[in-house]
């Protein structure tokens, strides 16, 4: 008996279960996924002692936040890539997740890291067969825009 | 009896110490110290598990090659800071490092990060009396270039 | 008899005079200004062969699309400085702008720059006493989003 | 009877003629190139009244230098994609060259771009079957280095 072919929904939970449980960084992060599909994908976490950069200030590690957006970015690109393959087997998706990469990254860092939790979210700006570009935000508890960034992918 | 003034070696020690043993997410990295000298800063640490970001490659996660880039680009827009700083009491020179912040960053992503171990060094190639900018590279220890970024820094 | 203050808008008057008229590379892209309040920044140009950069699809250069959202990123930023400084006098004003540059500038191409005419925008993300970022925008005739940028300037 | 295979430098010669003599604001901006091999890139151009951004300074517009830092890369990424397609006819490299484009281009500015004449001079950081991102530097006349930049650009 023929099984139905994977939907989308399955395939984005393939990506979700990928980078909030097989990624250890991310681990290290707290990231959880607030919403996966291609027009909004959203992570959180929460401020812990580990995550400090500035000891007076206690606000968040400008690689925190630059890891945060990086993620967000990859995580939104991956699912505009995954959104066209939408037929292809889960080995073959899985496969392609894994050759995602970031070309490069920029990060602008508007207000001190100060917050109990936060959430980013990310939108395609571009994509292509090849390439995907995204822009990332950052807010706090408070919704305080608290860095905005600009990521560029290859895609496969 | 007066004291002698604090030498720059002093300052950079305090500087040194700081970004060591009191930025948490530092010691998430693993970061340590291997040159804090206004003409030489160099960062050193070791792929260890939790610093994954493709599961499949066992690379690096994007996100901590930008933090170390981040990371090195501070330490040194703060160490030639502090080089026209001397003569300031410790006191101030503690105030003034709380104050530096990253105003954006660029990281390039060169090669898979990959490697038992890595080196991050940089070197100012602007700095004026508020906004110092720094090129950062990251080597894995068969020399290999695996990233660059630029960042931008705000300096009081 | 003592004269009137300059108001917020004789001195962005100056500010609109200076980048359309003393700017010689400004009218080498055909730039006027369309609004110059602190909310609302908005330049124009009209396409002509001197300003192609590709020869085959008839699009924009790169550089016509980076200049133009330099100088409408640096007009904001002057823009929000001149904002501050409501009560200096049109001399100071003018050495203010003299001394305005940027640090660092992104641009991301998103679509081949083609159409009769464009119209460039800008918003402040960050503006304190030294440094200002913004955040720009391209877009064609018909309402095509072109291109988008990230500026960092120094502001006195 | 078969003719002689082009060579290397025969595919580079068409794209230096391109970017010389076919793009009009390359013309504008007074390009001209002084070395144009996979290994060593470089542009050259003089100060003109037309270029100049800062009226009391004196010194070249921003846009001008995102504009030359623009186009020494896209050069630079262009020799890079031919070196690899020798073999090919002139018609399809044309057509490759026509379809080069920058993803994103950052631009550090570390000081006023003042001086008789200027180089540019760029380097691959990076090669790829799609995407090339090459790292420039702009010189004056006296050897001091006015601006640095990276750029991203899609290859075919």
Chains 1, 2, 3, 4 share one sequence.
């Not at 998706?93 to 050759?99: D, G, R």
């Amino acid at each position: 008996m023929p099984t139905q072919p994977d939907t989308l929904d399955d395939l984005l939970q393939i990506l979700g279960d990928i980078y909030e449980n097989r990624l250890p960084f991310n681990q290290v992060l707290g990231l959880h996924i607030i919403s996966l599909e291609p027009d909004l994908v959203e992570v959180a976490f929460d401020m812990t002692d580990s995550l400090i950069g500035n000891y007076v200030q206690g606000s968040l590690h400008g690689g925190v936040i630059s890891s945060v957006l990086d993620t967000v970015g990859g995580l939104t690109a991956t699912a505009g890539m995954i959104q066209k393959k939408v037929g292809c087997t889960k080995e073959e998706i899985a496969q392609n997740i894994a050759k995602v990469g970031t070309i490069d990254l920029r990060v602008d860092y508007l207000r001190p890291g100060k917050g109990r939790s936060f959430t980013s979210s990310a939108s395609i700006m571009r994509i292509g067969k090849k390439v995907a570009v995204t822009r990332m935000e950052l807010h706090n508890n408070h919704g305080r825009l608290i860095a905005v960034g600009t990521g560029t992918y290859l895609i496969a």
